[in-house]
């Protein structure tokens, strides 16, 4: 059982490039979502999904899209990197419902230049 | 608004020392609390949760709705517990997460 798998973990991009954070989770959970962790600011939610088909923005979402066409995936695309996207980037997901445990994927490590 | 704030950016402790993570709150309804833990370069781990009311390697957090607060606590702090402490709020019917800036643990041997 992988649990949540985030790739890649490191990545430098130039100013401009577009990439994608892929994330994949094989424990069948409805709720994905991505995160951002900078300095001083804790981790923002950027963009969730509480389904196949169905996305919605979080705090941060400017810059960033996301997609959910299977349960198990949750891409997250930065079409125009720009210098303020550096930063550490986390998937997470859960069941529905309250009370259910939110797993984290191990990080990626994004640096625009 | 939904806000959870972590006052203390670092807490350096010597080992054997008590530990309080401050945690305080903002949410008109009812809150599921949990607290989260960064080791180095690692993945976000839950910690605990207040709905289970229980002590994981020896810390416990009680929930005060007078005060909304959800401060950590720990008698005796070990070297190992050196990390970054993260208070998160489960607010309305979705499974956002929202996150205080954290607090980073260093205990001193």
């Known amino acids: 059982n992988a649990g949540v798998t985030q790739t890649p973990k490191f990545q430098v991009l130039k100013t401009g490039q577009s990439m994608t954070l892929q994330c994949a989770q094989d424990m069948n959970h409805e709720y994905m979502s991505w995160y951002r962790q900078d300095p001083g600011m804790g981790l923002r939610l950027i963009h969730y999904?509480?389904?196949?088909?169905?996305?919605d923005q979080g705090e941060v979402p400017n810059g960033y899209n996301v997609s959910r066409s299977t349960t198990e995936d949750f891409p997250l695309r930065l079409l125009s990197a720009a210098p303020s996207q550096t930063s550490v980037y986390f998937c997470a997901s859960s069941s529905t419902g309250t009370g259910n445990t939110i797993y984290f994927g191990e990080g990626s490590w994004l640096t625009v230049v | 608004a939904q806000r959870v704030t972590q006052p203390e950016k670092l807490l350096s402790v010597f080992k054997g020392a008590p530990v309080e993570l401050k945690c305080n709150y903002s949410y008109s309804g009812s809150p599921e609390l949990f607290w989260y833990v960064q080791y180095s370069r690692q993945r976000l781990q839950l910690l605990l949760r207040h709905i289970s009311r229980e002590s994981i390697k020896g810390f416990t957090a009680d929930l005060n709705k007078g005060e909304t607060s959800f401060h950590l606590k720990k008698p005796f702090a070990q070297e190992e517990d050196s990390a970054m402490y993260y208070c998160?709020?489960?607010?309305?019917?979705?499974?956002?997460?929202?996150f205080g800036t954290g607090t980073l643990l260093a205990v001193q041997p």
């Open positions: 999904s509480v389904g196949a088909g169905i996305t």
């Open positions: 998160a709020l489960l607010g309305g019917a979705t499974n956002k997460l929202i």
